[in-house]
């Protein structure tokens, strides 16, 4: 496709908002339509967010109200939401409405949790509340592109930032057969992973120089890999998961484990995953222990494996603003609309962040 395509985001003011305007900025057929803001209607993106400020420097963020005035009828239209869980499910019910008055081919991909379950009521057992729009549940599909080789929905439900890295890390040693299909998964994530808002899991003095564990084995993102991990390798699969608060802002880190069946081999584990991953190029099979700091403000999820012959040890590690959130909503919406899957993403990470 050599037209531009529309984009719009939805709840554009938080971080995975800000990140998704710094890759749509980048990005050589995606264009910003709309920066969707209640809260910041009104104001420049670069009042907002500063490092964008000459990226952005056209763009003033609308309220939810106006954005259909950007898009043309008849048009197509690249929807990212970036909403709030709960939130974000009747915000995207109403936008496709909307799209589907002004004749616009609208694809929608949502970075929130709303769309990560097929069934309404898993959704809303782990999350204790009513869905927003359950209509929707059979109109998206909730996997990671390098465990889905064809879409047969106009829409997506990308999984969150821990359960990124965590399946990646998971699946490929779930699909060799060489290990059980149960994994013991401890991950460690930066404060942006809990928002924008001030909260005392994110304030300064609390979060600097500490490092703690919270929700041990009743987070809500353990069913999640659990699901992704039974669909992309048809083994259901047991999940017990700790995550840790780490003293740094971007990034995360899990280390997965599992029994053997049998003796196995380093190599064996390692040519499992690099079978697995081949075409995928955003997953790299590393040498050593993989680290943050090759990852962050990228794309790309690096991936090392040890073993002592009795027990697999995988470790994962991705930036959880871009591959696990605004970086893995731009590689579906490439993919939903024909793209190349790489396009404004080939960026490499900065290092010595």
């Not at 009513?130 to 909730?142: E, N, R």
């Not at 997965?256 to 196995?264: D, F, G, L």
């Not at 962050?296 to 930036?319: E, K, R």
């Amino acid at each position: 496709m050599g037209a531009q395509i529309p984009a719009v985001i939805l709840g554009a003011s938080g971080y995975v908002g800000g990140e998704l305007l710094r890759l749509i900025a980048g990005h050589p057929t995606f264009e910003l339509a709309a920066a969707v803001s209640d809260s910041a209607a009104g104001k420049p993106v670069g009042d907002v967010f500063g490092h964008l400020a000459t990226a952005c420097a056209d763009n003033t963020f609308v309220a939810h109200d106006t954005w259909l005035d950007h898009v043309d009828n008849g048009g197509n239209l690249a929807l990212f939401s970036a909403a709030p869980h709960g939130a974000s499910a009747a915000v995207i019910a109403a936008a496709i409405d909307a799209c589907e008055m002004k004749g616009v081919n609208v694809h929608v991909v949502d970075s929130s949790a709303d769309f990560r379950f097929s069934k309404q009521a898993d959704w809303e057992a782990i999350y204790s509340a009513q869905h927003g729009a359950p209509q929707l549940l059979d109109h998206f599909v909730c996997a990671l592109p390098e465990h889905a080789e064809s879409l047969d929905v106009a829409h997506v439900g990308h999984p969150g930032c821990f359960a990124t890295a965590s399946t990646l890390a998971t699946v490929p040693l779930i699909q060799s057969g060489l290990t059980a299909a149960e994994v013991f998964i401890s991950g460690v994530t930066g404060s942006t992973g809990s928002g924008k808002s001030p909260s005392a899991g994110t304030h300064h003095p609390e979060r600097n120089s500490n490092f703690y564990a919270y929700k041990p084995l009743a987070h809500r993102h353990a069913p999640e890999v659990a699901a992704l991990a039974e669909s992309a390798s048809g083994r259901t699969t047991k999940v017990h998961f700790v995550p840790h608060s780490g003293p740094f802002a971007r990034g995360i880190h899990v280390t997965v484990q599992a029994k053997a069946k049998e003796p196995v081999t380093a190599e064996q584990v390692r040519n499992a995953f690099e079978e697995s991953y081949r075409d995928a190029p955003f997953v790299q099979i590393v040498d050593g222990t993989p680290r943050i700091k090759n990852v962050v403000a990228s794309n790309q999820c690096h991936i090392s494996v040890a073993t002592d012959g009795d027990t697999v040890v995988v470790m994962a590690a991705i930036d959880n603003l871009v591959k696990g959130a605004a970086g893995g909503a731009m590689q579906w919406m490439n993919r939903l609309w024909g793209l190349s899957e790489t396009a404004g993403l080939d960026m490499p990470a900065p290092g010595w962040t």
